[in-house]
């Protein structure tokens, strides 16, 4: 299990539950219930990783506090 911040909200447009990870570039994913889009985050997070160092990319460490928001 990775500790990378995940933001979820409610999409109007996509009538679904969505989950970013802030910390890693384009990593998010959705779902009807908040459940099922933290599940979908999370494999999208072992993806994510997987895809980085398959092609030698860095990983950022999760940075263990609260992003802040612009």
């Given at each position: 299990?990775?500790?990378?911040?995940?933001?979820?909200?409610?999409?109007?447009?996509?009538?679904?539950?969505?989950?970013e990870v802030p910390e890693l570039a384009g990593c998010m994913a959705?779902?009807?219930?908040?459940?099922?889009?933290?599940?979908?985050?999370?494999?999208?997070?072992?993806?994510?990783?997987?895809?980085?160092?398959?092609?030698?990319?860095?990983?950022?460490?999760?940075?263990?506090?609260?992003?802040?928001?612009a």
């Open positions: 299990m990775h500790k990378y911040e995940v933001i979820l909200y409610w999409s109007n447009a996509d009538d679904v539950f969505v989950a959705h779902g009807s219930t908040q459940e099922a889009a933290l599940k979908n985050v999370n494999q999208a997070i072992e993806l994510w990783v997987e895809t980085a160092r398959e092609f030698g990319d860095p990983i950022p460490e999760p940075k263990g506090e609260r992003l802040m928001l």
